[in-house]
């Protein structure tokens, strides 16, 4: 883009082009290899404050680009497009790049230090993950990775809901089956949990403390056993998403904003600021002022601040107090109508509300083939998370989690994920990765040294096709943090993976024949960075790189 840049300000001193604003010249790659690898559409651009036709401005714009080494040509195409071919000899260059950037190939810094922080899964500590919160798990802990790698300062954070009204329900739940294991006549409440898995933790609360809470008043015992239940869930969470390869920096208590009187504070700032509004005895955030639809309540009529009121304190406290340049939050279907009002009051406390990036990641259907999977083989009700980590694995999981876009719906086919051949994506990317394993593998145990192979003896198109896959790495990382969208990050797997195979089909890597030892060598070579550039992009969607399948 410097180069167009270049050019333009070039044709403009030489009265080529007229002294009009040059716009940021937009450049992507062709559908059709045949036009080059980069096309840029700034002709187009220009052409009306130029008042000139598009091809001509192109043609100009051409003449007036500088020679650089790595361009082979440069041509300008209808209705005004200038296209770009890199030169082979360069390409071939890139090799040795690759390998000697290892591990940060494919690292950009448009992120230029900023912290960001994403927040993801946060689901409410009143019950096992569900298959859902992993989908939401690796959409935010796979855009964390691409926006390390893309120059930010990132951080993890699962905010635990352990404060309000659902999570009295979760006691009074836990209190009456941990009753019942007990042998005491006990009710659920008609708005508690009734989930088998309740029953279960009622039998492990009975296991760690036995019939301490039978000696308790209710009004106690209810509170106090609920803690230790909600600290287990919470500890069972974390290690299904450890399991899945997701970790946090901060694990964020909702309560802690109460015992720190933030969430007044908070709702002190928004009265002064004029919007906060009293009527039927609650106290309500006036959105309508920032044109929202209606307005929203902070505090219930019965005095109890409902969870908005948290969430808005929550928020000042990750820009206001912790100073997060940029705030992404990833949140569940249910959540869509939560979203214009968050920003809302984001705004309302004088916080630019494009700060805020909301992502909803909508529902996945489990299936088994063509049927349907509804409920969980061992205790008849909801899917846990932890039960379909352990029948497919974490990788598979994290592969097909990534494979739609997060506003798409979901289907998961559990058998797929199983399969070991090439129409499970995921076996079909780790195994180009073994497949490469092994044959540097054989090149030890042949004691075939390559450090001194030369790249310049790349010139098939099937060797050059795979080096242009793999730059492509770089600008896919620029893409995802531009787009927060990792989903394209499975396909760019398969693509790169699907080349090699390509290339292994038509270009023997290791040959018995002394002749070819310097191509075998600077074969060797290659496939040592297509190994770096396929591992790099499976890291970046937190999975493993096996070496051997």
Same mark, same amino acid.
Request: with cysteine; net charge negative.
């Given at each position: ?59 100009? @714009? ?127 409440? %008609? ?37 230790? #239940? ?67 309540? @902070? ?50 406390? #004088? ?20 049927? &349907? ?8 009700? &909801? ?9 497919? #694995? ?68 099937? %060797? ?31 693509? @790169? ?19 070819? %030892?310097? &191509? ?30």
């Amino acid at each position: 883009m410097n180069l167009l840049t270049q050019a333009a300000a070039e044709a403009q001193s030489r009265g080529l082009l007229p002294p009009v604003a040059i716009p940021e010249p937009g450049l992507e790659r062709p559908q059709n290899p045949e036009h080059g690898d980069y096309a840029s559409n700034l002709a187009l651009k220009l052409a009306r404050s130029a008042r000139m036709n598009p091809l001509v401005i192109a043609n100009v @714009l051409v003449d007036c680009l500088p020679p650089v080494d790595f361009v082979a040509r440069v041509n300008a195409a209808p209705p005004g497009f200038i296209n770009f071919t890199l030169n082979d000899g360069w390409l071939a260059t890139q090799v040795d790049q690759i390998i000697q950037t290892a591990d940060s190939f494919g690292s950009v810094d448009v992120g230029r230090g900023s912290t960001v922080q994403v927040e993801f899964v946060s689901a409410n500590p009143v019950g096992p993950l569900h298959i859902g919160s992993g989908r939401g798990g690796v959409i935010g802990d796979t855009l964390a990775s691409v926006l390390a790698k893309a120059g930010y300062r990132v951080e993890r954070e699962y905010y635990v809901n352990d404060a309000g009204s659902r999570m009295d329900a979760f006691y009074q739940t836990l209190y009456a089956r941990y009753l019942q294991v007990l042998g005491k006549e006990a009710t659920v409440p %008609e708005d508690g949990y009734h989930g088998q898995y309740m029953v279960e933790l009622a039998k492990q609360m009975v296991a760690a403390v036995g019939d301490r809470y039978l000696q308790m008043p209710r009004e106690r015992a209810a509170p106090e056993l609920g803690q230790l #239940g909600m600290l287990r869930i919470v500890e069972e969470a974390r290690a299904d998403l450890a399991a899945m390869g997701i970790n946090y920096d901060t694990w964020f208590s909702e309560q802690s904003l109460y015992d720190r009187s933030l969430v007044s504070k908070v709702l002190e700032i928004l009265r002064e600021r004029g919007y906060v509004d009293v009527r039927e005895g609650a106290t309500w955030f006036a959105s309508t002022v920032l044109g929202e639809d209606k307005d929203n309540v @902070l505090v219930r009529s019965n005095g109890v601040p409902g969870y908005f009121a948290s969430d808005i304190a929550y928020h000042y406290n990750k820009f206001v107090e912790r100073g997060f340049a940029k705030v992404i939050d990833v949140w569940g279907a249910d959540h869509q109508g939560h979203v214009p009002r968050m920003k809302a009051a984001v705004g309302a406390l #004088g916080i630019a509300p494009e700060r805020l990036t909301v992502i909803i990641y909508q529902l996945v259907t489990l299936r088994r083939g063509q049927e &349907i999977v509804r409920m969980s083989k061992r205790t008849g009700d &909801i899917i846990t998370l932890r039960e379909v980590l352990e029948e497919v #694995g974490a990788d598979a999981c994290r592969f097909f989690f990534l494979s739609r876009s997060a506003d798409s719906q979901m289907d998961f086919d559990l058998e797929l994920a199983k399969e070991q051949s090439e129409k499970n994506p995921v076996y079909y990317v780790q195994y180009a990765h073994a497949r490469i394993a092994s044959i540097l593998r054989l090149a030890e145990e042949r004691g075939i040294n390559f450090f001194d192979g030369d790249v310049s003896l790349l010139t098939s198109e099937p %060797e050059l096709t795979l080096i242009r896959k793999m730059l492509q790495l770089p600008e896919l990382v620029d893409q995802v943090a531009g787009s927060l969208a990792p989903h394209p990050l499975p396909y760019y797997a398969q693509d @790169l993976a699907g080349v090699f195979h390509t290339f292994y089909k038509q270009c023997r890597v290791v040959s018995h024949d002394p002749a070819e %030892e310097a &191509i075998t060598k600077a074969r060797l070579k290659l496939v040592q960075a297509v190994k770096i550039v396929l591992a790099n992009t499976l890291h970046l969607m937190g999975m493993t790189a096996p070496e051997r399948m």
